[in-house]
Structure formats: structure tokens, C-alpha cells
């Protein structure tokens, strides 16, 4: 393996993935928030919901700068690694490449203009407009690179005679069939997956309420309402999306949702595998061993309906069917978003029937949890992904086999990449760490700034 530059290659770009996945979800879904939490600031008159968003901003810039990094090492390591499918890429889906890049810049201006105007404008609403862009460059930034993904999956907008792309449409191969059910899922998954890591840090800052003053038991309450609200509604997007993503892989990729439920015959009324262990058998067939298996599920996510037929793994090739390990990366991801819609359906519950505490320690602890598993989530679902793909980097075009380099020099590169996200992790930790460590909330509670967000709405309350 250590000197197979195809599966080197392979480590090296899934790593690279899997680092800057974190930072690029955080980028999609924090400045929403922020947008939420101000705009609620001033529609309430409440400067806690300022303070939050000043908060969440400041350390939304220290993670805009580690993704820079993490995003440029990708797009070097395609070049480097992939050439093959760049050189299709660069003629085929270069437009939304391009576009990820404007986006990124739309978002980089708006946001420095955001950061100076602070407390700049009398009119607050003006502020807040400017958070808009923000919001705009941030979204468009992950819908079209994820429409590059989506590519992979289903590259369509060319022809190959004898050998030569011809016939080319880039707006067809940007919104080609992947499209609307892969970028909508990853745009609403990043959001869920920032609601839950906001709503970790306020519970785990109530879970310590015994060092903690009336005022900022307030403020943490307050951000914990308004992500765990965010949470639900977004859980619930998710799953929706998710089902119309089961939908398109029974019709285009069948082989992936096969391998993703252990579901080896065609038929119908097909039920859905959950956990269990693959007994490999004499005639190479399987055995699975300790599942729940809930019937009829996988014919609805299939086709909607109990009796829709789903094509089994054995109408395919050994060759072109992907691990089987993959189908723990997708009950990890199914199980945590089932996890994330219940546990804050029960905060807003106990919230709304008043008669229950939301704020005891259990379900605290339950919703701190939350913040972590909706990371493994949201690697388990790229897994998924990606592994899900296989043997193909071009689906149905090009396998990834031939995409690789032959270079010798990758194993140096992940070696020295493993250094460099590793440096990068800790100093990011230790920045984001002492940054809120050095102005806790009950200082920046009594201070200028929060003396200042309440003088913002002094006249309208004269």
C-alpha cells in the first residue's frame, strides 16, 4: 500500500477532505447564525443576542483562515494527484470552480465591511444588511463546489468521440442530475451541524451554571433556544433532502445505496439493514448476522412506496461495486441525524410546555453531545460519499485507478500534509481557546460593547 501511489493518493486527498470539511461547514453555517442571533438582537431590542453575534463572529474569522489553507492544499493536491480527471474537469466543469472562487471573494468583502461597521451605523437594520452577503457568498461557495462533486457523480454536459471531449455544456454539467439533491444536502447539513456545535458550547457552559451569574445563565439560555430551535428545523431538512437523496441513488446510482444496505437480491417489499455483520459464505455469497432490519423501509426510501423494487448488488460486477464497509458510514450518519431531530425536539417540548425543565442536566448533556456527533456526521456522510463511489472518480467514465498519478512522491507529500494539518488543528484550538478565554461572556457582559448594544435601542425605548 505505502508505495501505491493510486491508494497514497487516495489517503492523502481523503485526509486533506476530512480536515477541511470542519472548516468549510463551519463557513457555510456560522454566518447564518450570526445573521439570526443580530437580527433577533435588534427585533427584540436585546443586546445579549448581539453580544452572541459578535462572539460567533470573531471566531468564525480564526476557522475562515485555517479553511483558506485546508482549500488551497486541495486544489493543489487535485492537480497533483488527479491529473487525469483534472485535465477533464478543466474543460468540462471549470465554470463552477471559478464561481466557488468569486463567491469566497463576495464573502471575504462583505465580511471585512461587516467586522468595521460595527456599532457604525445609527440604524442598526443597516448592519444587518450587510450580514446578508455573508450569508449569500458563504452558501454559493459550498453550492458550487458541491455542484463539482455532484459532477463526479453524474458527469454529463459532454461527449467522448474516439477519445476527444466534444459537444461541451458547462451549465449542463454544472446542474446535472446530482445536483439539486447533493448541494441542497450538503448546504442543510452544514446549518444543522453549526446549530449543534453553537448549541454544545451554551450547554456545556449551563452544564458549569454554579460559576456562572444570573446575566450570563441568561445569555446561554438564549443562544441555546435559539440553536437548538435552528437544529430541529434543520434535522428535519435534512431528513427530508435525505430521503429525495435515497430517491436519486435508486435511480442512477443503484449499486451505492445497494452497497450502503447490505441489499444483494433484487426484489421488492426490500427491507433496510441496520448495523449487523457480513459472514462471507463458501459460494461467496453473505450472511448478515446481528442486523435490524426494518421491513419495507428501503423499498420507501427507494420509491415511496412498500412495494418498489430495488436492484441488489449482485446485478453488478465485483468490479464495480464499492466496499461494504461503507454501509457503517451511512448508519452513522442515518443514526446521528435521527439523534440530533429527537434530542432537540425534546428541548423545544419541555421548553413549550413550561411544566418541564429543558434546561436539566441530562438533556444538557445530551444536546452537548449533540455538537461533536453532528461532526462525525458530517465525515461519516462524505465516507459515504466518496467510498460509495467507487471504483469510480468519473462515474460510469473514469475509474479512479486511472485518474491517479504515478508519482512516487506521494507518500513524502502525506507525510508532510499530516504535519501540517496537525499544526494547523492546534493552533487553531489554542487561538479559538484563548481568544474566549481571555474576554469570557460576563465580561463582555459588563463592558463597553454590551453597554453600547444597549444604548443602540435607548431611543426606541424613551
Not at 434530542?343 to 436539566?360: E, G, T
Amino acid at each position: 500500500m505505502f508505495n501505491d501511489p493510486v491508494m497514497l493518493s487516495r489517503l492523502l486527498t481523503g485526509l486533506t477532505l476530512a480536515f477541511h470539511i470542519i472548516f468549510a461547514t463551519i463557513g457555510v453555517g456560522v454566518p447564518l447564525m450570526v445573521l439570526a442571533a443580530e437580527y433577533i438582537g435588534i427585533k427584540r431590542k436585546d443586546p445579549d443576542y448581539i453580544l452572541l453575534a459578535r462572539r460567533w463572529t470573531r471566531g468564525y474569522i480564526v476557522t475562515v483562515a485555517v479553511g483558506v489553507v485546508t482549500g488551497t492544499a486541495i486544489g493543489l493536491q487535485l492537480s497533483l494527484l488527479w491529473p487525469s480527471l483534472m485535465q477533464v474537469a478543466g474543460q468540462t466543469i471549470a465554470l463552477p470552480l471559478f464561481m466557488e472562487t468569486f463567491a469566497f471573494f463576495f464573502e471575504a468583502i462583505f465580511l471585512g465591511i461587516y467586522l468595521y461597521t460595527w456599532d457604525r451605523f445609527k440604524n442598526p437594520w443597516l448592519h444587518w444588511l450587510i450580514g446578508i452577503p455573508v450569508v449569500i457568498g458563504a452558501t454559493a461557495s459550498a453550492f458550487f463546489i458541491t455542484t463539482v462533486n455532484s459532477f463526479m457523480n453524474s458527469p454529463e454536459g459532454f461527449k467522448i468521440v474516439n477519445g476527444t471531449l466534444t459537444q461541451i455544456e458547462p451549465l449542463k454539467a454544472m446542474f446535472n442530475t446530482a445536483t439539486p439533491t447533493k448541494a441542497t444536502h450538503v448546504i442543510v447539513s452544514a446549518y444543522l451541524t453549526v446549530a449543534f456545535i453553537l448549541a454544545a458550547i451554551a450547554a456545556f457552559h449551563l452544564l458549569r451554571k454554579k460559576t456562572l451569574s444570573a446575566a450570563e445563565t441568561a445569555y446561554h439560555k438564549k443562544a441555546l433556544r435559539l440553536t437548538v430551535m435552528a437544529g430541529l428545523i434543520f434535522a428535519f431538512s435534512t431528513a427530508l433532502v435525505g430521503d429525495f437523496s435515497g430517491k436519486y441513488l435508486a435511480k442512477y446510482q443503484p449499486e451505492k445505496l445497494a452497497a450502503a444496505e447490505w441489499h444483494f437480491e433484487t426484489t421488492n417489499e426490500a427491507e433496510l439493514i441496520f448495523g449487523g455483520i457480513l459472514d462471507e459464505q463458501e459460494d461467496g455469497s453473505y450472511d448478515i448476522k446481528g442486523a435490524v432490519k426494518i421491513p419495507y423501509a428501503l423499498s420507501i426510501l427507494a420509491g415511496g412506496a412498500p412495494d418498489t423494487e430495488v436492484i441488489g448488488l449482485n446485478e453488478f460486477a465485483k468490479e464495480d461495486q464499492a466496499p461494504l464497509f461503507v454501509h457503517y458510514f451511512f448508519d452513522i450518519m442515518v443514526s446521528i441525524g435521527m439523534y440530533l431531530a429527537a434530542i432537540s425536539a425534546l428541548f423545544i417540548l419541555a421548553f413549550r410546555l413550561k411544566k418541564l425543565n429543558p434546561y436539566n442536566k441530562w438533556l444538557l448533556r445530551g444536546i452537548f453531545i449533540g455538537g461533536p456527533l453532528a461532526i462525525v456526521s458530517i465525515e461519516a456522510g462524505w465516507m459515504y460519499a466518496e467510498i460509495g463511489r467507487q471504483p469510480w472518480t468519473l462515474y460510469g467514465i473514469m475509474r479512479t485507478a486511472d485518474a491517479a498519478t504515478t508519482s512516487t512522491a506521494v507518500g513524502p507529500m502525506l507525510i508532510l500534509f499530516s504535519m501540517l494539518y496537525l499544526l494547523l488543528g492546534t493552533i487553531c484550538t489554542v487561538v479559538l481557546l484563548r481568544m474566549f478565554k481571555n474576554n469570557p461572556v460576563g465580561k463582555e457582559l459588563a463592558d463597553d460593547h454590551h453597554t453600547r448594544g444597549e444604548a443602540m435601542f435607548a431611543d426606541d425605548k424613551e
